[in-house]
């Protein structure tokens, strides 16, 4: 039995025993080394340890790490660059009570978020990176608190500032 998360052999195609028990659905993805970072709608893992929406699970065990950023609303995208994981959803606050509106930066080791904050007044569904920009798509109308970029916007990795990138889209990006 594997609740919303499993490993599959590709040679068998059956379950291996890999088996995080998370207690809602995984949305998003990335792997470093033998960390996986999972983000989704759920608020446990292995059963019994409380992660809200944003996980670090050892590939070998199953198990969650000590990897904690206790996000409050859903994740739907992560992407990976070196020790920084960028997340974007649904959440307002981080580490328990950080602000951080729909788009954050944790340092991987430590869970805490960075100073990177841009501010997003509606969901991040996407997320790509190109250097040190971080393109971002989704529901959003503004960015960091009032720069107008509907549903794309292309940030700064380093201040977390908007570029003056603006395709200026009139519907969200999944």
Do not use: K, Q, W
């Amino acid at each position: 039995n594997r609740n919303f998360f499993a490993a599959i052999d590709t040679t068998t195609g059956t379950a291996t025993s890999f088996n995080p028990n998370m207690n809602g659905s995984v949305r998003a993805l990335a792997l470093s080394g033998a960390t996986l970072y999972a983000g989704g709608f759920f608020n446990s893992v292995n059963g019994e340890t409380t992660r809200n929406y944003l996980a670090a699970i050892d590939t070998t065990t199953g198990t969650a790490t000590s990897f904690n950023p206790n996000i409050n609303g859903s994740i739907l995208a992560l992407m990976l660059s070196g020790s920084t994981l960028y997340t974007g959803g649904f959440f307002t606050t981080v580490n328990g009570g950080t602000t951080r509106n729909r788009l954050a930066a944790f340092d991987t080791a430590t869970g805490t978020a960075t100073s990177f904050n841009p501010n997003m007044n509606g969901g991040v569904n996407a997320l790509t990176l190109s250097g040190a920009t971080l393109y971002a798509g989704g529901y959003f109308t503004t960015v960091n608190g009032g720069t107008t970029r509907n549903h794309l916007a292309a940030i700064d990795t380093t201040t977390g500032t908007a570029t003056s990138f603006n395709p200026n889209l009139n519907n969200s990006v999944s």
